[in-house]
């Protein structure tokens, strides 16, 4: 069963570094997403993304971030200075039909910033 | 008011029983409805979705939706030790939007 990837599975960073975190959605999907989860907490819509660009983002999805979908099978999520709190779970989605259809969620990058 | 509530937990039923979780959305312009399940450290996993009122089963799984009370629900049938997880309620609103508002969840425990 195809299923969305995200790598790396753990990333520590230093604080006012940059880090990009990386997925593949399924392979036949064209909306992709992001999330985040802070230990803890519930699961907050991050961005939206379709055809090259952001169909919807969050007060979250501040300019610090940014996505791309750099070749035909990745989609990555950008964080230019990380925050202490901006540790978190992130989990990538995907589906084909957009909107706010089934989302199938990838198995997520834990991010660490110190 | 939150936007998408959910019955505080833990929620602990014997195996075999049946589990009954509840989440009510404030947004009345929701359309679409999701529970998702979460084990301890893994991400969500959709489990059921439902877009209109009524019923809708899937094996031992059950969601209920009331738009007009805001209101959805997951039955467990038969509740398994396997099924012992954080419960993820989900709301969306499309069209009009690509977001999935989720809820705190509940946390199920099946006792063996």
């Known amino acids: 069963e195809p299923e969305v990837t995200q790598t790396p599975s753990h990333q520590v960073t230093q604080m006012g570094q940059e880090v990009i975190l990386r997925c593949v959605p399924i392979s036949n999907h064209l909306y992709f997403y992001w999330y985040r989860q802070i230990l803890g907490q519930k699961v907050e819509f991050l961005v939206s993304f379709y055809n090259n660009e952001i169909s919807e983002k969050s007060e979250i999805f501040d300019d610090q971030f940014s996505v791309e979908r750099p070749d035909g099978s990745n989609f990555t999520l950008k964080i230019r200075s990380t925050k202490l709190e901006d540790s978190a779970m992130y989990f990538c989605?995907?589906?084909?039909?957009?909107?706010?259809?089934?989302?199938?969620f990838g198995p997520g990058t834990r991010l660490t910033v110190t | 008011q939150k936007e998408v509530e959910q019955n505080s937990g833990p929620l602990s039923v014997p195996e075999g029983a049946i589990a009954s979780l509840n989440c009510t959305y404030s947004?009345?312009?929701?359309?679409?409805f999701f529970w998702y399940r979460q084990y301890s450290g893994k991400s969500p996993e959709l489990i059921m979705f439902i877009y209109s009122n009524g019923d809708k089963e899937d094996g031992r799984f059950t969601a209920q939706l009331n738009k007009a009370s805001q209101y959805v629900s997951l039955l467990i049938r038969d509740s398994q030790p396997s099924d012992s997880a954080t419960y993820l309620c989900?709301?969306?609103?499309?069209?009009?939007?690509?977001?999935?508002?989720f809820g705190e969840g509940t946390q199920l425990t099946v006792n063996p």
């Open positions: 989605a995907s589906n084909d039909q957009g909107g706010a259809y089934e989302q199938y």
């Open positions: 989900a709301v969306g609103r499309t069209p009009g939007g690509s977001r999935l508002t």
């Open positions: 947004d009345r312009g929701s359309q679409s």
